[in-house]
């Protein structure tokens, strides 16, 4: 059987996470510009650190609750392992490894949860956005997801077999 490598996360998502970083950063810039500009950013400070206090704790709340960095930039299915890349770091995981696969909304925003039966170096989970033609179709992100899981769980039966488990 011939090993086709396809793309099942979003192409773009590095360039994706870097403009939200650049979108908080220039928010953060345009709420104190005018104050610096007039000078009672320097002469009454006060007002100023209170609405930057409130936008920056906004964003960390933002952060917190989206998780952006913690997206894979790039997934790979290799059909018996997907081939993940967060930033630097890459890691090959057999889909033996595999435990769960799950989708999850937040913010209008689809992400396939990867749970894994032991860390690896990205960590115990790998989350991504699908690919972008999927955005709009949760019914084919789950048959993404589902696929992917059935394909672990095949994957793992031998190897519960070689442990002497059985994989329920």
Same mark, same amino acid.
């Given at each position: 059987?011939?090993?086709?490598?396809?793309?099942?996360?979003?192409? #773009?998502?590095?360039?994706?996470?870097?403009?939200?970083?650049?979108?908080?950063? /220039?928010?953060?810039?345009?709420?104190?510009?005018?104050? /610096?500009? #007039?000078?009672?950013?320097?002469? #009454?400070?006060?007002?100023?650190?209170?609405?930057?206090?409130?936008?920056?704790?906004?964003?960390?709340?933002?952060?917190? %609750? %989206?998780?952006?960095?913690?997206? /894979? *930039?790039?997934?790979? *299915?290799?059909? *018996?392992?997907?081939?993940?890349?967060?930033?630097?770091?890459?890691?090959?995981?057999?889909?033996?490894?595999?435990?769960?696969? *799950?989708?999850?909304?937040?913010?209008?925003?689809?992400?396939?949860?990867?749970?894994?039966?032991?860390?690896?170096?990205?960590?115990?989970?790998?989350?991504?956005?699908?690919?972008?033609?999927?955005?709009? #179709?949760?019914?084919?992100?789950?048959?993404?997801?589902?696929?992917?899981?059935?394909?672990?769980?095949?994957?793992?039966?031998?190897?519960? /077999?070689?442990?002497?488990?059985?994989?329920?």
């Amino acid at each position: 059987m011939a090993s086709a490598v396809r793309t099942i996360s979003f192409k #773009n998502t590095a360039l994706f996470k870097r403009g939200i970083w650049l979108s908080a950063a /220039a928010l953060v810039v345009f709420v104190t510009a005018p104050a /610096a500009l #007039n000078g009672s950013l320097f002469r #009454n400070p006060l007002p100023s650190a209170i609405v930057g206090g409130i936008l920056c704790a906004a964003l960390v709340y933002f952060f917190w %609750t %989206t998780q952006i960095h913690r997206l /894979a *930039d790039e997934v790979l *299915d290799c059909q *018996d392992c997907l081939k993940v890349r967060r930033g630097r770091i890459e890691d090959t995981i057999p889909l033996a490894r595999i435990a769960a696969v *799950d989708v999850s909304s937040s913010g209008g925003f689809h992400r396939i949860t990867v749970r894994l039966r032991e860390r690896s170096k990205l960590g115990a989970r790998i989350e991504f956005l699908p690919q972008a033609s999927l955005w709009s #179709n949760l019914p084919a992100i789950r048959s993404v997801a589902a696929g992917l899981a059935e394909r672990a769980r095949r994957q793992d039966l031998p190897a519960a /077999a070689l442990r002497g488990t059985s994989s329920s």
